[in-house]
C-alpha cells in the first residue's frame, strides 16, 4: 500500500507540469485539422508542400487579424470546399457519421443488459 | 526463366485446387479413415505457391525486366536485400504473398488437426479452397506478376525510395500472416457451424488460431507505425489513414474474439455471437483489401488503383458475405443450453462490456472510414474524416474501458462477491478523487485528460500490483492490459510533454528559445548507391549544457526523381529528439524542424508487451484459480 | 416467420452496401472543387514586379471586360509550356492577361519573361502564396477566366490547345 501512495505523489508532480502543454497554440491546432491539398494523406501542420507552407503562413495573418478558429476554417471551406477540413462540421451531411456510432453503442448496451444480465427476482 | 516458371506454378496451383476438392469430397462421407492424398495435395499446391513466389523473387533479383512487375517497381542499381523485399512491395507480388500464406496456413491446420473431427477439418479446407481459388484467379486474370513485356527494357522504372526501409521490408509479411491468417478461422468457423460442432472443443482448437493471427496482426501494425515515425518524417506514427484504419479493423474484432472464445471455452455460451465474429474478422480483412486496392479511396499508401480489379474483389467479397449468411442462418442453431443470464458482478460480464466497447470501437472505425464513400455516391458532396473524429469518439470511452480492463480479470465465474472487491473499489475511489483535486488546479481543459490518465494508472497500478504480488489469475492476461495501460500513458505522456520548434537557418546561424539553442554548423554531400545525399549538421544544446548533433538528411533520388528528407532520430528510455529538415524553395536557407518527444520508445515496447501476453498463453498452460 | 426477418434484412442491407460500394467505385478519386457556381473574384493588394508599388486588385479588373489570372513561376516546368499558347492569345484577342507570380525568385521570374516574352498586361507578386489560396488555387499553372468581376473558369494545370478553344469560345 506505500508503494501506491509513493506512486501517487508521482502522479501528482508530473500532472503538475500539464499546465506548460496548454501552450500548443491554436496555428498548430488549425493547421493540424487542414488537408494538404495536393499530398496523398497529409495534413498541412505535417507537410512540407509549397500549398501547406502557403496555408500556414495564411493562417498565421488571419489570427494577427484577429480571426477566430471558426471563422478560418469557413474561409477556407469557402475557398476549397468541406474536404480540406479533418474534423467534419456537424452539419445534415454527417448528423450519421457522428450519431450513427452513439447508436450503436446505446443499442449494444441495451442488447446486452436486456438478453444476458440476470434480473434479481 | 524464373517468371515462366512462376507462371506455371501458378496454373498448377489452381489445378490442385481442384483435386483437392475432388479427393475431399469423395473422403467427405467415409467417417473413419481420413484420406492422407488430400494432405499430401494440399501440401503439394502449398508448393507451387511457394515456387511461384520464389519465381519472382529471382525475377527481381536478376532484374528480369521482360517481366511488367520487376519493370514497374525495381531498378539495376538497388540494393539486394531492397530487390527482394521489392517482390512483395507492390500489388501483384502482395497478392502472390496472400495466397502464399492462405495455403501455407491451411496445410498447418491439417497438420495440426489430427485429434479433431475428420469432416470438420476436410470442410474447413473445402471453404478455405473456395477463398484460395478466388485469390488464384483473381492473380492470373487481373493481377499476374508475370506478365511479359516485349521488347525487354534495359532498366526498370524504380521503387520508391520511401519503401526502402528494413521496418517497411519485412512489415507485409508479418502483417499478412495475421491479416490473412484470419481466413483459418473464417474457413473453421464456417465448418463447425455446418457440421453443428460449436462447442468447448472447438473452442479450444481454435483458440491457438486466433492468438497466432492476432499476435501477427499485432506486431504487423506495430511494423508499420514503427516504420512510419522513422521514415516518412512527419514525427507521428498514426493517422487515422484509410489503410492504417483497414488493419486495426480487424485486430479490433480479432481481440474481441479472442476475450469470447475465453468464455466459449470455460462456459459453452455466446456461440453465435462468436461465429459472427469470427466471420466478421477475414470479412473486415477482405473488405480492407478492397478498400485499399481498387482505388475507391484517397490515402497515403495505396497500392496502383485500378476500379477493374476493385470490381473483381467486390464481388468476391459479398459471395463470401453472402456464403457466410447462408450457412449462419440455415445450420447455425442457438442452443438451448446457452446459459445467457450472467450475473452483473462476473467475469462474463465484464467480457461482455469488453465486446460493447470494443464494437463500438470499431464501428467508429468502420464508419469513419467508409462514410465519405456513402456519401460522395449517395449525394456527391465530398468531406474529409480524419483524426480529430476518432480521437472525439474514441478517447472519452477509453476511460471507463480502462477500468473494466483493470477490475473484470480479477471477477469471478459466475459470480463475485463484493467482500474481497473493496480493494479495488477504494483504488477507484482514490484515483477519482486525486482527479478532481489536480482538476481544480489546473485549467478546466484537463479534466478529460486527467481522467484519461488516472485510469490509466489505474490499470497500472492494478496489474503491477498483481504481478509483483503473484496475485494474477493468468500471466499472459495480466501482461497483455498491463501493456494497454503502459501503451495509453506513454501516448498521453507523449502528447503532453512534446515540443516543437519550426525554423528556418543559414549556414551558421544559431536560434535561441528559452530551452534550447540550436546551431546550424555545416552541410555535407555525398553521392551513394542510388542518391545524393545532403546531411545538415546541428548541435542542440539545452539548458543544462548537454548538447546533441543531430543530422537530417535529404535525398535526391536519380530513379524515380525525387527528394525525401530523412530524419535524425536520437532515442533514449526517456525521449526522443527527433529533426527534420527541408530547402526552402530558391533560397540558401533550410527549414527545421526539431522535436523532443518524450516516451516514445515505450509505445513501442508496450505493444511488444501485448503481444508478449498472447504468445505467453500460447505456449503455457494457464493456471486458472 | 420471425426467424426470416433477419435474414431477409440482412440480406437487402448487404446488397445496398454491394451498389453503393460499385457505385462508389466508378466515381473519380481526384478532387476537383466545385466551379458551376460563379464566384466573385477575391479583393486584394499585391506587389507589382515591374516597379516596386503595391495595387489593389479593385484597380485591376473593370466591369465589362475579359480577363485572364495565369498564376506562374519560373521552377514550374508545364508553366513554361503554356507559355507560348498565351502569348499568342494576347497578340490575337482582345483580352487581358493578368500574371500572378508564384512563391518565386524576383531575378528568375524577370529573367523568365525575358527570355520567353510577356503576355501580362501586369504580374503581381505572390512571395508567400497566400494570394493565391484567396483565388482557391493550390499549385502551378492555374488560369481563371473573369467577366465582371466574377468567376466564369477555372483551368487547373498547364493550358493546352482544347483549353485554349474554350477561352476563345468564352469571349465571344
Redesign the interface.
Known sequence: MN??KY??VI??V?????????DKNTH?KIT??L?C??C????VY???S??A???K??VE?KLNEGLNEKQIYDY?KN??????????EFTK??Y???L???F??II??AI?FK????RKN | MASSIGLYSLFFGLSSSFLIIFFSIRNFKNLNIFDNKIISLTFLQLLFVIISFIGLILSFVNSDFSNETVYNHSHTTKPLFYKISGTWGNHEGSLLLWLLVLTLFIFIFLITSKQQNKQYRILTLLFQQIIIIGFFIFIIKTSNPFNYIFPVPIEGLGLNPILQDPALAIHPPILYLGYVGSSIIFSSTLAATTLKYISKEWAKHIKQWVLISWIFLTLGILLGSIWAYYELGWGGFWFWDPVENVSLMPWLALTTLLHCILVLEKRLTLTSWVVVLSISTFTLSMSGTFLVRSGILNSVHTFANDPDRGLFILIFLFCLIFLALFIFFFFHKVQVKDLNNFHWLSKETSILINNWFMMYFLTVVLIGTIYPIFLEVISSEKISVGPPFYNKLIIPFLIPFLLAMAIGPKLKWIKSDLQNKLNLILFLVVSILLSAFIVRMLNINFLLNTILVSSAFYLFFVTSVDFLTKKFKNLSQNIAHFGFSLFVLSILFNNIFSTEIITNLKIGETFKTEKFEINFQNIEKNKEQNFVSIIGKFSVENLDGNSTIMEPELRIYNQPNIVTSEADIKTNIFEDKFMTMNIVQNQEYFNIRYQTKPFMIWIWISVLLISFGGLKSLFIKRYEK | MKNKIIPIFLSIFFIIIFFIFYKGLQIPNIYIPKIDVKKSIPIFEAAILENDNQINSEDIFEENKFYLLNIWASWCLPCRDEHSLLINLNNQRDINIIGLNYKDNYENAKKFLKELGSPYKIVLLDKDGTIAIEWGAYGVPETFLIYNKKIIKKIIGPLDKNSMIEITELIK
Open positions: 508503494i501506491f506512486l501517487i502522479f501528482f508530473f500532472s503538475f507540469y500539464t499546465s506548460n502543454a496548454q498548430n493540424k485539422n488537408r491539398l495536393i496523398q494523406g497529409q495534413s505535417d507537410s512540407d509549397e500549398f507552407n502557403s496555408v503562413i495564411l495573418k477556407l475557398k476549397y470546399g468541406e474536404w480540406i477540413l479533418y474534423d467534419p451531411n454527417t450519421f457519421l457522428w450513427l456510432p452513439i450503436f453503442f449494444g448496451g446486452i438478453l444476458f444480465i440476470k
